[in-house]
T-cell receptor
Framework: SAVISQKPSRDICQRGTSLTIQCQVD?????MFWYRQQPGQSLTLIAT?????????ESGFVIDKFPISRPNLTFSTLTVSNMSPEDSSIYLC????????????FGEGSRLTVL | GENVEQHPSTLSVQEGDSAVIKCTYS??????FPWYKQELGKGPQLIID?????GEKKDQRIAVTLNKTAKHFSLHITETQPEDSAVYFC?????????????FGTGTRLLVSP
């Protein structure tokens, strides 16, 4: 298994500002992902965080809005830029330990409220 | 991409009853079918999964059944308990990066009343 710590756990932000969410894993992992969960909704994959190269974004998500860093195999950050109320969501970091096990481990999420 | 439909969106049962949640999918190449449980304030957690070479898998009070011909798979919870109250997601692999690029269903909020 993997233990994932996310910071902050929650925050209230002002419109137009940016916030960086940190994800720390207790072991080296190859696969790391960022998901968004809007209020009362399902999870949507934002991007795959690649160590040593640019993140791979899903349709509808762009680097300028959600820049991602992955400096090593245990840490990643997601920035939500120029926030608007529509960005109010839970942002979740997840990791996979091996390609073929099929199991993802999730952090507890970072709940952002944009006023 | 993969399309997955999940029903019902909410389910209320009495403690001790059974609960069934069903998902249908569109991609016939799918061969891995996990279910995740999300408790309030936490991230989702894998509770059971099944591969396409079997039709049913059971783990204590939970089971998953798969019908590849009809393209649907279901989660069955027997003898429900209040701690089963959570949101349940059926999930499918959504890409070619192994099994881990996941597409989540719309979710079912299960409420088990004592």
């Amino acid at each position: 298994s993997a233990v994932i710590s996310q910071k902050p756990s929650r925050d209230i932000c002002q419109r137009g500002t940016s916030l960086t969410i940190q994800c720390q894993v207790d072991s080296q992992v190859t696969m790391m992902f960022w998901y968004r969960q809007q209020p009362g909704q399902s999870l949507t994959l934002i991007a795959t965080a690649n160590q040593g190269s640019e993140a791979t974004y899903e349709s509808g998500f762009v680097i300028d809005k959600f820049p991602i860093s992955r400096p090593n195999l245990t840490f990643s950050t997601l920035t939500v830029s120029n926030m608007s109320p529509e960005d109010s969501s839970i942002y979740l970091c997840s990791v996979g330990l091996t390609v073929n096990t099929g199991e993802l481990f999730f952090g507890e999420g970072s709940r952002l409220t944009v006023l | 991409g993969e399309n997955v439909e999940q029903h019902p969106s909410t389910l209320s049962v009495q403690e001790g009853d059974s609960a069934v949640i069903k998902c249908t999918y569109s991609d016939s190449a799918s061969n891995y079918f996990p279910w995740y449980k999300q408790e309030l304030g936490k991230g989702p957690q894998l509770i059971i999964d099944i591969r396409s070479n079997v039709g049913e898998k059971k783990d204590q009070r939970i089971a998953v059944t798969l019908n590849k011909t009809a393209k649907h798979f279901s989660l069955h919870i027997t003898e429900t308990q209040p701690e089963d109250s959570a949101v349940y997601f059926c999930v499918l692999p959504g890409g070619n990066t192994g099994f881990q690029k996941l597409v989540f269903g719309t979710g079912t909020r299960l409420l088990v009343s004592p």
